[in-house]
């Protein structure tokens, strides 16, 4: 059997298969060099660990984790606006954010802004093609000011 028809057979079963599809297709479409000397799991390298301390215990360390969860939100805009106004909200009502249309939208982390995107639809359901990814120098600097 081929590749491509595993592809195609597998797209049935595996509702994620448009999603990979994607995110295969912007690696290809949006391969820059410089963009792999990160490494990481945005880059398609291997993570490389933090050392604090040994060379076995770092490992062991950055392993404890990698699967705690954090909270990923994606912001089309913001506003302020009285509470009275809040209190008059109905369905259909209409909230003007400061963002303009087609503005990247701020992908944040905990709180903390980790990149920008635009907005994709795959299957139906919306995604967020990431265009520009903060550096993690600029992320800790980001961090130690707020």
Do not use: C
């Not at 990160?38 to 933090?50: A, D, I, T």
């Not at 490992?59 to 699967?67: A, F, G, K, P």
């Not at 509470?83 to 109905?90: E, G, P, V």
């Amino acid at each position: 059997m081929s590749a491509e028809d595993n592809k195609s057979g597998d797209a049935a079963d595996d509702p994620f298969a448009g999603w990979a599809e994607a995110l295969e297709e912007q690696k290809q479409s949006d391969a820059k060099p410089g963009d792999a000397e990160q490494g990481g799991p945005l880059s398609g390298e291997p993570v490389r660990p933090f050392s604090a301390g040994g060379p076995d215990t770092s490992h062991n360390d950055i392993n404890m984790v990698l699967d705690i969860p954090v909270q990923l939100s994606v912001e089309l805009g913001r506003t302020k606006v009285p509470i009275k106004y809040i209190l008059q909200l109905a369905q259909g009502s209409v909230v003007e954010l400061d963002a303009l249309a087609g503005e990247p939208m701020d992908v944040l982390v905990n709180g903390y802004l980790i990149a920008q995107g635009e907005v994709v639809v795959v299957n139906d359901k919306f995604g967020i093609r990431l265009t520009d990814v903060v550096t993690p120098s600029e992320r800790l600097r980001r961090v130690s000011r707020g």
